[in-house]
């Protein structure tokens, strides 16, 4: 009985790829966006395909990637982390997720819940704000209508609070207050409707609340 067959119940988590082996077999357009997203999480990326896109290529001349242009066999999962299978070949498909389980590696087919033992969510990006949707593989659309909803509602004044946020927990936490003095810091910083202010542009609000929590501000505002 395969994942999807059990009414398989995904535990959400985000997965720290910096400098792990992850190896990608395919080489067209959807390889292509899951290399970009795999190098831009800090991962060490392995491609084989015995064709491939040109953007593909330059990664791999420019030293990005390992590229290995010849099909898939068995064992090029050695000393992987993760893979994931974005080939047409069901019987690729197939070979590339029985290796992977023999060798308790991760593994996601393309489109192919039954066979992989994690599936990627559609995520929203605002600089340190990641939002990950997941309909557990019962309706990618879906996923990306929420995705498009979610967009709207977290604009890009979202990357922006998180990076102010990010500067006063910093130094709050330099500071020698009691736990619990910090903490109501914190809430009343993350209740304030900041990232609205920033979308606004009033910046004043920002520079009154910094100045009651006693909060260097001046010199973001520079950058």
């Known amino acids: 009985m395969t994942y999807m067959e059990k009414g398989a119940s995904y535990y959400?988590?985000?997965?720290?790829?910096?400098g792990r082996?992850?190896?990608?077999v395919g080489g067209g357009e959807v390889a292509e966006r899951k290399v970009e997203v795999l190098l831009s999480s800090g991962a060490k990326v392995r491609v084989i395909a015995p064709q491939i896109t040109w953007q593909i290529e330059k990664w791999a001349d420019e030293g990005r990637i390992e590229l290995f242009k010849r099909p898939y066999r068995w064992g090029d999962l050695s000393e992987a982390w993760l893979c994931v299978a974005a080939t047409d070949d069901p019987?690729?498909?197939?070979?590339v997720f029985s290796e992977a389980e023999e060798r308790r590696i991760f593994c996601n087919v393309v489109d192919k819940p039954e066979l992989c033992s994690f599936i990627v969510p559609s995520v929203v990006r605002r600089g340190r704000l990641q939002l990950a949707i997941s309909t557990s593989g019962a309706s990618p659309a879906a996923?990306?209508?929420i995705r498009e909803r979610l967009e709207d509602?977290?604009?890009?004044?979202w990357e922006v609070y998180l990076e102010l946020m990010a500067r006063?927990?910093?130094?709050i936490l330099s500071r020698d207050l009691p736990e619990e003095k910090r903490r109501e810091i914190f809430t009343r910083l993350a209740m304030a409707p900041i990232p609205e202010w920033i979308r606004n542009g009033d910046w004043h609000y920002i520079r009154a609340i910094a100045?009651?929590?006693?909060?260097?501000?001046?010199?973001?505002?520079?950058?």
């Open 12 to 18: 959400s988590v985000f997965l720290n790829l910096e």
């Open 21 to 24: 082996l992850c190896v990608v």
């Open 91 to 95: 019987e690729v498909q197939k070979e």
């Open 143 to 145: 996923a990306r209508r």
């Open 153 to 157: 509602e977290f604009g890009p004044e």
């Open 168 to 171: 006063w927990r910093k130094e």
């Open 211 to 223: 100045e009651r929590e006693g909060l260097f501000v001046e010199d973001f505002f520079k950058e």
